[in-house]
Nanobody, 120 residues
């Protein structure tokens, strides 16, 4: 059974930092790209950052470039999102996603999400 469990969310003041983590089990972790999305009420789910299975390639949403860093540890089956210089607009539920390119159908697994609130 595949499980993704996020942790590290919370309340932080503008300009502060948080580090989110996602622990995976039940998957061959290194064969999945790992992604962080965020969701706010009334808005589409937004891709925040992604990292390839080997960790060599990363992408970021324009809104977080230079502030957020995604990383992974394949030995520990974890992916992290270091978030610096947080802004109120970063407030959202952050979800961890494991995406596997497979034939005939790609596989996607999701965590339950962790709330990040940026407010003074």
């Amino acid at each position: 059974q595949v499980q993704l469990v996020e942790s590290g969310g919370g309340l932080v003041q503008p300009g502060g930092s948080l580090r989110l983590s996602c622990a995976a089990s039940g998957v061959t972790f290194s064969t999945y790209a790992m992604k962080w999305y965020r969701q706010t009420p009334g808005k589409e789910r937004e891709l925040v950052a992604a990292i390839s299975g080997n960790g060599y390639h990363t992408i970021y949403a324009d809104s977080v470039k230079g502030r957020f860093t995604i990383s992974r540890d394949n030995a520990k089956k974890t992916v992290s999102l270091q978030m610096n210089s947080l802004k109120p607009d970063d407030t959202a539920v952050y979800l961890c996603n494991a995406h596997g390119v497979r034939i005939p159908t790609d596989k996607d697994y999701w965590g339950q999400g962790t709330q990040v609130t940026v407010s003074s």
